[in-house]
């Protein structure tokens, strides 16, 4: 019998693609969705603030007290955390994203290990199958070029480097063949795709479009200064799922400055404004109580997303993150000032969602991705969460919605 292993996923869509690749190279161990029956667990760890090199240590503190599963470490935390956690004898191996492929191998060593890889690595695998998932992650590059100041992962990632084509259209060519209709693509810094093999995002997109099977593409965050024209020509393709994640962290140009950010909020609000009136539901990171976030910087900030067409927020409050230049910045802001903040904001962003939700009179294009105690749930074109009530089936399928009632955190639908 086939000794069971159990994957545990933290942080962004580019660790979920990561696992399922680690999934689809395990040939020796079976699977387990059940962390109880594991021999092993691996985790996939993000690193992306103190505060997640904590979760994931409390993680490693929950399975060394339940259980006596040998834990395998990897994800980007193998880089900042695993050596020391495997001199603590917390875990019994490390090894870096380039070798997930490797699996097996790993797995089966019964000396504890250490094996970061390289940060030059690009991925070869085809993943064919997403278990347990009905939309599909396809990472599409590696890395970033930004230094943002507060942010450790271009060293724990690497440079931005793409995928190769062939072998993106050839997963998706598969997957769609396996009844996936719906892509993400992900990474790094997905709008830098295409940016050292002389191609491009908009141009990969077009292609995916062609391929038979294909429904809807959706896209991981991107930056402000990478929607170019190019890909403002496809803004209106049926294809394009009509909600963009566009990453600003902040809005107040003297804060984007602090943070060593690219963008300029007087040409993102031109940018919004533009997807807006296309009928785009608009996303964002946030990240409150950076070091320099004085009151007045706030209220800035506050008024200006007030002006902007947002509607989904992914926000954070500032975490130190030993290793970058923000966690050596002052002033430093009281933590409890920067989740008042965070709630504030997230505020405002949930209220401009339903006035968004209120004011559209379409139609509802929704993949079912769930099904709870008889409610089916899963997101339209504009990544809005719909529970529908059903005597039928509809797991996994795509559903058309005429009529609805927009509640507060989601839409709500009877067929």
């Known amino acids: 019998m086939k000794k069971k292993v159990y994957f545990k996923t933290f942080g962004c869509r580019t660790n979920l693609y990561d696992s399922q690749v680690m999934m689809s190279s395990m040939k020796d161990y079976e699977i387990t969705e059940d962390e109880s029956l594991a021999d092993a667990i691996v985790i996939n760890s993000c690193t992306v603030t103190n505060g997640a090199d904590t979760h994931v240590r409390s993680y490693i503190s929950h399975i060394e007290k339940s259980r006596g599963a040998k834990i395998f470490l990897t994800g980007c935390g193998a880089h900042t955390k695993g050596e020391k956690l495997l001199n603590e004898n917390r875990v019994h191996g490390v090894f ?156 107040s140009p003297k804060m984007l400055k602090l943070m060593n950010r690219r963008n300029v909020y007087k040409q993102d609000k031109e940018l919004f404004e533009l997807l807006a009136n296309k009928g785009f539901a608009i996303g964002t990171d946030f990240i409150t109580g950076h070091p320099g ?36 910045m002052t002033p430093e802001v009281n933590g409890k000032i ?16 339903f006035e968004f939700r209120n004011a559209f009179n379409g139609e509802l294009e929704v993949l079912i991705e769930s ?5 089916y749930h899963g997101y339209d074109q504009h990544f809005n969460k719909i529970v529908i009530e059903s005597d039928e089936d509809l797991s996994g399928n795509w559903i058309n919605i005429h009529n609805f009632e927009v509640r507060e955190d989601y839409n709500y639908a009877k067929l």
Request: one cysteine or more.
């Open 96 to 251: 870096g994203q380039s070798e997930k492929e490797n699996i097996d191998s790993f797995l089966a060593q019964d000396k504890p290990f250490y094996n970061p890889g390289d940060l030059n690595h690009i991925d070869k695998s085809v993943v064919d199958d997403f278990i347990g998932k009905s939309r599909a992650f396809i990472k599409i590059q590696e890395g970033c070029n930004f230094r943002c100041s507060y942010c450790i992962i271009p060293f724990v990632r690497g440079d931005a480097r793409s995928m190769d084509e062939t072998r993106i259209l050839e997963q998706i060519s598969r997957l769609a063949l396996n009844g996936f209709g719906e892509f993400i693509l992900t990474g790094t810094n997905v709008g830098s795709y295409g940016q050292d093999t002389k191609t491009s995002l908009a141009k990969l997109m077009k292609k995916i479009s062609q391929i038979r099977g294909v429904r809807r593409i959706r896209l991981g965050s991107v930056e402000p200064i990478q929607i170019t024209d190019e890909f403002k020509e496809i803004l209106d393709e049926p294809w394009l799922e009509r909600h963009l994640h566009i990453a600003l962290q902040h809005t």
């Open 293 to 328: 976030e004085t009151e007045e910087l706030w209220l800035e900030a506050m008024r200006n997303a007030q002006d902007l067409p947002l509607t989904h927020l992914h926000s954070f409050s500032y975490s130190k993150r030993d290793g970058t230049p923000s966690a050596n």
């Open 338 to 353: 920067a989740k008042d903040r965070l709630h504030e904001i997230d505020s405002l962003i949930k209220r401009k969602n």
């Open 371 to 375: 099904e709870k105690d008889g409610l």
